[in-house]
């Protein structure tokens, strides 16, 4: 199944990048003209909130293209605000929606998934609103955490709340990838600096991605020493064995 998926992934990207640069010049151009005309709509943030927002809702998809786009067409830091409220507003609809209709019933996980959403839910339980901090920054996508946060039980709603709120900000990394990409795909801009414009994205990416691999690999770790502490008690507790005192007898 794995196999499948993996050549499926691979045979998508590789049509994409196929597409890409067969119809480059156009699709560069249809970009930079929606860009332009969004830039000069009134209003056209608050849409792009709005995209964020109903792109936060799993098992929708499009969360990272919209705050991507943002930074394409507001630059850094202008996308930053757009990006930041429509994540944190979109967090708040899911949990508001997913707790409603009770959402947990319709998922069904396989045993091994199962068992990582146990070991979450019980790190949760223990971490609180650090734990819920740290889930929120990891690399898993944002509708996925939107999602696992929510469906779980024992999640305080008002740390939720702050986590989603603090976590928020992480969106202005693709706010700048977006501005990047605005730079780099700007017809006008000179030799020297496209080169310049070029390295500096390449090298933010790599930093990115290793920042990101350190946390998801810091996220799993603390959620599986939580998850064995509660079990290691647990075993001893029940293993306690009681001893009539003397005086008893």
């Known amino acids: 199944m794995k196999k499948k998926s993996i050549a499926a992934i691979g ?10 640069a067969h119809y480059r010049s156009t699709i560069k151009e249809l970009i930079q003209t929606v860009a332009v005309e969004l830039r000069t709509t009134p209003y056209s943030s608050i849409l792009l909130s709005c995209l964020i927002i109903f792109t936060s809702i799993p098992p929708l998809i499009g969360f990272t293209f919209s ?22 507003l979109g967090a708040m609809v899911a949990f508001a929606l997913i707790r409603k209709y009770n959402f947990a019933r319709f998922i069904k996980l396989s045993p091994s998934k199962q068992e990582k959403y146990m ?24 509708p996925i ?3 696992l946060l929510s469906i779980i039980s024992t999640a305080n709603t008002q740390h939720y709340i702050m986590a989603a709120l603090l976590a ?5 990394l693709d706010v700048w990838i977006g501005s990047q990409l605005a730079d780099l795909s700007n017809p006008n801009l000179p030799p020297s600096a496209h080169r310049i414009a070029m390295i500096t994205m390449g090298c933010g990416l790599l930093i ?15 959620v599986k020493e939580m998850a064995n502490s509660k079990n290691n ?11 009539p005192s003397k005086k008893a007898i």
């Open 233 to 243: 008690s647990t075993v001893t507790i029940d293993s306690v064995v009681i001893v």
């Open 168 to 172: 928020s900000f992480k969106v202005s």
């Open 67 to 88: 705050t991507t786009i943002t930074g394409f067409i507001y630059g850094f830091p202008g996308g930053i605000f757009p990006a930041v409220s429509g994540a944190f």
């Open 119 to 142: 070991a979450i839910q019980e790190a949760i339980e223990q971490g609180g609103f650090k734990m819920m901090v740290l889930i929120r920054l990891s690399p898993i996508p944002w």
């Open 145 to 147: 955490t939107n999602m």
């Open 11 to 20: 045979g998508a990207l590789v049509i994409f990048v196929f597409i890409f």
């Open 208 to 222: 990115l991605i290793g920042v990101a691999w350190w946390l998801y690999r810091l996220t799993m770790e603390k």
